[in-house]
C-alpha cells in the first residue's frame, strides 16, 4: 500500500484542492506529485512535491534550457546542420526517431522538434553536442542539482529491452508490478539511476526562467529574441532563449 501524500497548500483552500487532485490520481491508480506554484505570489498547491522521480521526456526541458545556454554564450550556433541517421539514432514514435532516411538539420530546429513532438533522436542528437554530465553540471551551477541528467533518451529502451526483449507490453507490465512492490527491475524508473528530478525542483527551474524573461522588459520580444536567462544563486547570468512563459 503506498503512503499518504504529503500535502502543500497556502490556505486551506489551495489544499483542499491538493487532496482533491491526489484523490483524482488514486482512483485512477496513478501515483506522481504534483506541484502548481503562482510565479508572483509564491502561492503554491501540491503533493508529495520533494519526492525524486524519473522525468522520462521532461528531462527535455532542462535539456533545452543548457542547450540555449550555450547558444547565448556564442558556444554553439543554432544554424549548425546536423546529419541523424536513423539507422543509428534513437527510438521513438515521432520526428527524426520516425524517419526512415538519414536528415540533416539545424541545432535550432532539434530543440523545436525535441520540445514541440518529444522526439527523442532530436534530444539524443543535441546530447552528442552537449553531453549528459555537462547538462548535469550546469543545472548545479544554476542551483537545480536536484535535477539530475544522468543517460540519454535511448537508455530508456535500452533498459527496457534488456529486461522484457523487445515485448514491451512486459516491459509495461513490469513497471506496473514493480511499482507496487517498490523495486525496480528497469533502471531507468529507479530515480537513483534515472535522469530525475522532483516537482519541486522542476518548478523552480521555471521560475528562474520566467523571472530573468520578464527582468527582460517585454517578456514576447525576449522570448522571440532568445533572450531569456537564468541565474546561478550567486548571481552569475547564465543563458537561455526561444522560452515562452505564460503569466
Not at 219 to 244: C, F, K, M, T
Request: proline share 5%; net charge negative; glycine share 10%.
Amino acid at each position: 500500500m503506498s503512503p499518504a501524500p504529503v500535502y502543500v497548500g497556502d490556505d486551506g483552500a489551495l489544499l483542499d484542492v491538493a487532496e482533491a487532485i491526489a484523490a483524482d490520481w488514486a482512483a485512477l491508480g496513478v501515483r506522481g506529485s504534483f506541484l502548481a506554484r503562482h510565479l508572483d505570489t509564491g502561492e503554491r498547491l501540491g503533493f508529495d512535491v520533494d519526492e525524486p522521480m524519473p522525468l522520462a521526456s521532461v528531462v527535455k526541458v532542462p535539456l533545452a534550457l543548457v542547450v540555449l545556454d550555450r547558444i547565448a554564450a556564442g558556444e554553439l550556433d543554432p544554424a549548425h546542420p546536423v546529419t541523424v541517421d536513423p539507422a543509428r539514432s534513437s527510438v521513438g514514435p515521432t520526428g527524426l526517431a520516425a524517419f526512415r532516411h538519414p536528415a540533416t538539420v539545424a541545432v535550432g530546429d532539434l530543440l523545436l522538434l525535441m520540445l514541440s513532438v518529444s522526439d527523442n533522436a532530436a534530444a539524443d542528437t543535441l546530447l552528442d553536442l552537449v553531453p549528459a554530465t555537462d547538462v548535469d553540471e550546469r543545472l548545479r551551477a544554476w542551483g537545480c542539482g536536484e535535477i539530475r541528467m544522468r543517460h540519454r533518451m535511448n537508455h530508456m529502451y535500452e533498459c527496457a529491452a534488456g529486461a522484457a526483449g523487445n515485448d514491451f507490453s512486459l516491459a509495461l507490465e513490469l513497471a506496473l508490478r514493480d511499482e507496487r512492490a517498490g523495486r525496480h527491475t528497469i533502471e531507468t524508473l529507479d530515480p537513483a539511476y534515472a535522469n530525475a528530478g522532483s516537482a519541486a525542483a522542476l518548478v523552480e527551474l521555471l521560475r528562474r526562467g520566467g523571472r530573468d524573461l520578464r527582468a527582460d522588459g517585454d517578456g514576447g520580444a525576449a522570448a522571440a529574441d532568445g533572450a531569456a536567462g537564468l541565474h546561478a544563486p550567486a548571481g552569475e547570468r547564465a543563458a537561455g532563449g526561444h522560452v515562452a512563459v505564460e503569466r
